[in-house]
């Protein structure tokens, strides 16, 4: 075969390749995913059996026996676990975004930056001699399937076409091809269907090829598993060892030893963490993975003995060529379709395992090690994100390269088994921080980054070093006799442990230190707060709590635009305006376009989240640190109100405790004043507030005066009165009957308010109004100097409570001094009651020849009206008064006026005499009482028929004159007692003849008002007693009542009404 | 599925990953590290190719019983990682 046909095959081969790429990434634009599905995840993962598998396996297998199984059975071991760890690692993956296994752990302890720098400088190197190795197995088979049966000759020359040689092209060639499917643009998910669906192709191609093979030796050179066993014991007895374990001591701890490397290998190896953690789809894929995958290894190993041993028994146990058995036996047999067939298989194995491989290190690369210098240096330019793809590019190429320059200086001389087992031992060194950090919390960065390193610096030197000296690069010396001939220091004997095997020694050593270290320095140092909060993320990933992320806000906060634009300059326009538009698509935003302000951390979050996507979380981190600080705005705590509880639920606890007290206060029955201040003192104290204000509105002076007020100096309230209108938040929280409220004082946009803010030093503010029965009548005020942000939507309820409840003490109190001044005008009401009608008489005078009837009715309120009879036969004297005032106060007069007329009337001479006395008497208590007396009072002799009268401004008494059946109406000269302490009153006379009837009354009765607003008037009153005439005086008072009540159309009089009638029968 | 039957089940897989591990192992492999064939095939070897895929068996009636949580969010369902 030529190698013309090859490069035709090959060519052919890769367009397959390409096409099955480009179809899957096509399939992923229109939405559907062909390599979404478990069967797809678990031929990916196979990735794991490289041109190591294919061709070093049957190498090892006929050289140093059974081993070789172990690299695959620690896989199949391991996947018992994967449920619980892989899906573990998948689903804090999915949740932050994570791009690679340095990022995970980067992410992992307080995404930190240097402990990525550590893990990707530790994963390229430790991946550039596997890289090499796979170079070497594609050069290597093209030599060998093209120069047959030369092979033997040219197998390790370097083939040159036109000046550059085999393994230079397939290294452009592969570059070229992880740049076509990672690296056109960068993704936001870091998902590659092509190139998934091509490494999912090439598994089924190498194994396919590969059992073509172990067929065709098995059963067509041989005759099936006993047959070459067979042939092999009777032909190289001395070989037996091969088909077991070797007895040396050291084969057990290696056998061990191999398990537990390739348990860690198949999770933590670059391309593997890729293959299973970031190009996963659906976390459940790994229950079909987990069994899936281990078929997979044992099928491809299935015909690894009987193989290697057909080769020996072929080769003659020549084992020169031991590690292209899988190649040179077909082609010994000349099949050559079988043998492009397994060159192609082995073709597959590398191509897969070089351009994942090189891509998840150029992703780290980029992350981990790019962006930190990018960020440090604080490059400034719009648009990033095709520099960054630049970047990425250049960095696949390097790691190729660097591969192939390993395999060009040092290739030749190690054993593909070795190269393996290095990287292996590599991968390895990330389980303890990375499987720590998924069940232990107090996992450390500190520690992480100390463990890492020493595990780093030991391997370099139990392995490195050996092979640099095998290479012989370094004198065999350093082997044998130690560095500077320590002996102690022995690579391969360390500390004088030298019946180990190399890879035991190196396997116990690195994990000693870097486990030990790791444990150490996580146990005594503490982590930030940044780092305990990753670390309780991936640890407690499935009851991780979202809400909590709302404890924080973000001052100055950039809008959502600027989070695009943001985005845009490190992951592109397009790329950037898909990401928004998928976060806001269920969110609300507010008519200024713009998240509330709690959710604005959580589009931090997004932001930091996509872009790390991108570049990797710690860079992500800083990019977003730089952009914020530059800004001026900061993530702060949210103060916790209420205390050292957490919020949500058990804030309302914190709530109702508050609440009850506060309606304790109010319910106390205490003074208003001092139920304001406990709870001005309640908000004061549990929130920590600097100033709370209670501003209650006054009528008089238009204004909110501060009625309560806690943590004040007295110079604030000299101007904390404010204004009815919308300059300030407090009028407008009045006027609008709305809660007004700025978490920072900085985004207050009025000038009033802004002025004010500035003079006090107010960092935040809510002013709540007071209502009652929905109408504002104050407000509640609370302020901060120091702290942004407390008013989360929680508290504000609790304050809009508060306010509430100050309402309710408000009108309670009110309530309540109504219901005292109520009761206590009761109670003055009836004392004058009980005055009063002891003032009246409590029976008429019974002279014969007078018919006599008194009556007095007070109205609602205490009656002011009084009459009297003083009986000093053959005299009568009659009294009848109004006192202005209703109250006690006039009850009062009243009695002193009764007492003086009782006492004195009797001594003295005439009505004049009396009525001057009396006004004399009264008049400094009725002036101080601001009151005023109307009197008449009427001397009737009976026996003389001759009355004397004198009239203090009363209404004018009536008298019937039967005789010409007419009223007389009775009045003198006379000013109204209390008003002129000098007063002359007029004194008249008049004879009252039998059938004459005297008739006196108050002006209740005639000023009794129907519902037209006449008057009942004198008229009518005549009419009224006319209509009676005959009758006794009593009937007469009580017809005429019930005309005036008739008249004004309801039973009580609005005034008290008295009337007295003396009828003259004799 | 309950919690109980749930931490059985995680026990089972630890149970059966240290015994895969054990038996699969150095030194429990040096049982059947000896000269005699079956069929042709040394012990050792037929061990291997009859312990390897009984493991892989275990695995898949295993995985079989494992309910497939389809709750993206994946909360509450996980408790188990």
Known sequence: MTYEHINLTILFYVLILFAVAFGAASHRKHGKSIVSNPHIYSLTLAIYCTSWTYYGSVGRAATTGLDFLTIYLGPTLISFTWWFLLRKIILISKEHNIVSIADFIASRYGKSTYLGVIVTIFAVLGIVPYIALQLKAINHTFNLIGNWPDASVNAATFIKFGGVDTAFIVAVFLALFCILFAAMRLDSTEHHEGLIAVIALESIIKLIAFLAIGIFVTYGLFDGFSDIFTKFTNTFPDKQNLLRLSPTCSSGPRWFSMTFMSMMAVMFLPRQFHAMVIENTNHNHVRTAMWAFPAYLFLINLFVLPIAVGGLLTFNGDTSLADYYVLSLPLSANQQALAVLVFIGGFSAAAGMVMLESITSATMILNNLVMPIILRFNLKMTDMSGILLNIKRLAIIGVIFLGYFYYHILGESAALINIGLISFMAATQFAPALLAGLYWEKANQRGAAIGLILGFILWCYTLLIPSFVNAGWLPTGILTEGPFAIAWLKPTALFYLDNLDIWSHSLFWTLFFNIGAFLTISITTKQSKQEQEQAHRFVQVSTWDKNKNQLSRLSKAPSIMEFVDLMSKFIGEKEAHTAIAEYLGDRTVDEKGSLSEYEIPNLKRFTEKTLAASVGAASARIIIENYLSARGSKMEDIFNIFGTVSLSRNASREQLSVLYEAANAVSSGADLDDIFDSILELLYRQFRFDLCVLRFYDEQENKLIVRNFKGIDTDFLSRADREINDETCIGKAYINNKIQLANDSDCVDNPVSVAIVQREGIKSFAHAPVTIEGQPIGVLSSYSHYSKGIYTDEFIELYKNLAAQIGIAWRNANQIAKLIEASEQEKELRIAESIQLGLLPDKMPDISGLDIAGICIPAKQVGGDYYDFIVQSPDIDIVIADVSGHNVGAALLMAEARTFIQARARLLVSPTVVVDSLNRFLYKDLTKAELFITLFYLKYDHDKKLMTYTNAGHNHPLVYHSSTKSFEELDTEGLILGIKQEVSFEERHGILETGDILIMYTDGIIEATNNKGELFGLERLKNAIIESIDNDSQTIIDNTLIIARMFQGQRHFVDDVTMIVVKINQ | ?81
């Open chain 2, 1 to 81: 599925m309950s919690e109980k039957s749930k931490s059985q089940q995680r026990q089972m897989w630890i149970l059966f990953f240290i015994l895969g591990v054990i038996m699969l192992n150095f030194p429990f492999i040096q049982i059947f590290n000896r000269p005699e064939t079956i069929f042709g095939i040394p012990v050792f070897i037929l061990y291997i190719l009859c312990g390897w895929p009984f493991s892989i068996v275990v695995i898949y009636l295993f995985s079989r019983t494992i309910i497939e949580d389809n709750n993206k969010q994946s909360t509450g369902d996980n408790n188990d990682l």
